[in-house]
């Protein structure tokens, strides 16, 4: 386990810097790691994804699909433009939920 | 009589249809099957037919040959499931009662999810090989397949059985080779995850297998549309993927009497408890394999070790007893990695598939996340397994039902 450190506090990472404890998250930190991922600032409708991601990891235990995110929160192609390259795997980095990952 | 009722006679519904018959009271309780069609597919045989490993005949068997004489069954299509009434209505207009539900219905491809896959060169330039069809479809086009832009697209997940399309890449490689046409032929692996393995032990054991057998990745390709006349895959980041030869694997999706009963999410998953497999919404409704919505693996092996749990609760349920909550995410597969290898998984909710033995932990004599002949073996011993052993319901020796993680290398 890895750690590094935001805005003055130390976070417990995974090898490719998903948060593994939750408790460490806020959102001074989500907006760092959003500029890591290459999104200068977040605005509202990145914050409708990342609360959503939250709400739904909260209620199931497990990230939301594309689809579902599609069907619930945002069109697909403004989830791209928002998240640019991996939206899923950058949007659940910023709101401190593990990576989206297959069963490999 | 009381009424036991499952839905889907395929890898799950057997096996519960050959537990309950063991288990339950026949004069207390009658046991009931329903499924549309009356073949059974070995679906892990699929992945061997486009090479010419399987013949069609080697995963077909009939449904009802695997389900106990105790046991009705009924070949008819599912209108819908109406929990407030504990009945299912048929498509025939009957409809049949219950007192308990077992929900089997499994997930097929929906390749009209996906825009243009079928507008263009389906199964002419364009396959899938979840379907005996696609399969036999694409053994065919393979034949005289003369070479060209292989090109294996995942397009979103969950999909059952994960490791098929990497299997399918590794197995055209030695496919070409054997032909002598490995040279002409350039395979390309699309995928929506970021990467042809997301988790940290298998992208060190298996990641240098894409270099090794020069098979390209584009990761995080989530696709928008299927362009037949160009030939090309489109992404929703704008991103294209040229192909001659298209090989799909289209939205996965659970049955459409799930949406039609408006007991399914976005996919047609129903809602379950993850550890007991109970309906979220329906106490006297349990769901067993690819049909409900668990985060563990869509996948046969997975359907195998949830059936003696939900056995044991559904025994539980009866009694009026609390169920357990013993689930525990496992699921155990072989991944084919050509060349007459195979590598070895073993897994659950919490714990990746990381290196040690298999069945007997320190002794094996399997390896699991390695690549020996043995596994290959395993594989293809695998198929008698299932006819025999595992659709019967019939205990496996020495295979837990929770995962071990002794002599595990966990980190």
């Known amino acids: 386990m890895a750690t590094k450190t935001i805005a003055g506090v130390t976070l417990d990472i995974t090898e490719e810097g998903y948060l593994t404890n939750p408790a460490q998250w806020n959102k001074t930190i989500a907006a760092e790691l959003a500029k890591e991922e290459g999104i200068p600032e977040l605005t509202p409708a990145h914050w409708k994804v990342i609360e959503f991601l939250q709400q739904d990891y909260r209620e199931k235990g497990a990230l939301p699909t594309i689809r579902r995110i599609n069907v619930a929160c945002v069109p697909t192609k403004e989830f791209y433009v928002l998240f640019p390259g991996g939206p899923l795997k950058k949007a659940a980095k910023i709101a401190g939920l593990p990576k989206p990952a297959s069963c490999v | ?411």
Not at chain 2, 126 to 134: K, L, P, R, S, V
Not at chain 2, 319 to 324: C, D, I, R, S, T
Not at chain 2, 343 to 363: K, Q, T
């Open chain 2, 1 to 411: 009589m009381r009424k036991i009722l499952i839905l889907g006679a395929g890898t799950g519904g057997t096996m519960m249809a050959n537990h309950l018959a063991r288990k339950l009271d026949r004069k207390q309780w009658k046991i009931t099957v329903v499924d549309e069609h009356h073949t059974h597919y070995y679906q892990p045989g699929f992945l061997f037919i486009p090479f010419g490993i399987y013949q069609p005949e080697d995963v077909i068997r009939e449904k009802a040959a695997f389900l106990p004489e105790s046991v009705e069954f009924v070949q008819a299509a599912v209108e819908t499931i109406q929990p407030a009434k504990s009945q299912v209505l048929l498509k025939n207009g009957q409809t049949l009662d219950y007192h308990l539900l077992i929900i089997a219905t499994g997930v097929k491809i929906a390749p009209e999810q996906i825009a243009g896959l079928l507008d263009g060169g389906w199964r002419e330039d364009i396959f899938d090989f979840y379907t005996i069809e696609g399969a036999t479809a694409l053994a065919q086009k393979l034949q005289n397949w003369t070479g060209g832009k292989l090109v294996l697209h995942v397009a979103e997940m969950p999909i059952k059985c994960p490791v098929a399309p990497l299997e399918f890449v590794f197995l055209a490689d030695a496919f070409f080779h054997g032909k002598n046409l490995r040279d002409k032929v350039e395979i390309t692996y699309v995928t929506p995850a970021s990467g042809a393995f997301t988790k940290p032990q298998s992208s060190a054991v298996l990641g240098h297998l894409l270099t090794e057998k020069q098979i390209k990745i584009v990761p995080d390709f989530y696709t928008e549309r299927v362009d037949g006349t160009s030939k090309k895959l489109i992404s929703y980041g704008g991103q294209e993927v040229a192909y001659d030869l298209l090989v799909s694997i289209p939205t996965n999706m659970g049955d459409e009497a799930i949406a039609r009963s408006g007991m399914g999410d976005e996919l047609n998953y129903v809602p379950t408890y993850k550890h007991t497999l109970q309906s979220k919404k329906y106490a006297n409704i349990f769901v067993i394999g690819d049909a409900s919505d668990l985060p563990s693996s869509k996948a046969g092996s997975v359907a195998h070790f949830q059936s003696e749990i939900l056995t044991d609760n559904i025994l539980n349920y009866i009694a009026g007893k609390p169920l357990e909550e013993g689930f525990d995410g496992h699921a155990n597969c072989f991944i084919e990695s050509g060349f007459g290898k195979a590598f070895l998984i073993d897994f659950n909710y919490d714990v990746e598939p990381v290196a040690g033995r298999f069945p007997f932990p320190f002794i094996g004599p399997m390896a699991l996340l390695k690549e020996t002949r043995l596994n290959h073996w395993g594989k293809l011993a695998f198929k008698f397994i299932y006819w025999n052993i595992l659709l019967r319901g019939w205990p496996m020796p020495g295979i837990p039902t929770r995962m071990s993680k002794l002599g595990k290398k966990l980190t």
